[in-house]
């Protein structure tokens, strides 16, 4: 039995570095979708950090990984670091999203010169 959504992921798509735990339910991409939709930007993190450590690695597909980091930009928009990390996933995994690549490192970019303006004085 799993509490987590990294042990849901593990058990659902397996784990390049870990083996799956035992568990004894019936696991469908479908139902973990639904538990990803509503995760919240730290159980998100922690599953693509526990997962694919180097960003490039582990067992998750790529929609599910453009899934998290969509859903992470929606639950943290002004966090340049994690804009650029998913533009570089999706730079890693196919040119088909180069484009989006390109308007979040763009973001990202106008995000950190926004964080060194000065502000009112």
Request: hydrophobic fraction near 45%.
């Given at each position: 039995m799993h509490t987590t959504l990294t042990e849901h992921a593990?058990?659902?798509?397996?784990d390049e570095y870990r083996p799956a735990p035992p568990c004894d339910r019936e696991?469908?991409?479908g139902s973990?979708?639904?538990l990803l939709t509503f995760a919240d930007a730290g159980e998100?993190?922690?599953m693509l950090r526990e997962l694919c450590p180097q960003l490039a690695d582990g067992y998750l597909p790529v929609?599910?990984?453009n899934l998290?980091?969509?859903?992470?930009?929606?639950?943290?928009?002004?966090?340049?670091?994690?804009?650029?990390?998913?533009?570089?996933s999706l730079h890693l995994h196919g040119p088909d999203w180069d484009g989006i690549a390109a308007?979040?490192?763009?973001?990202?970019?106008?995000?950190?010169a926004a964080e060194h303006r000065p502000g009112p004085e």
């Open positions: 593990r058990c659902v798509f397996g696991h469908d991409e973990f979708v639904e998100i993190l922690a929609r599910i990984r998290a980091y969509r859903l992470l930009l929606l639950q943290r928009p002004e966090d340049p670091g994690l804009t650029r990390e998913a533009a570089l308007e979040l490192h763009a973001r990202a970019d106008a995000l950190e």
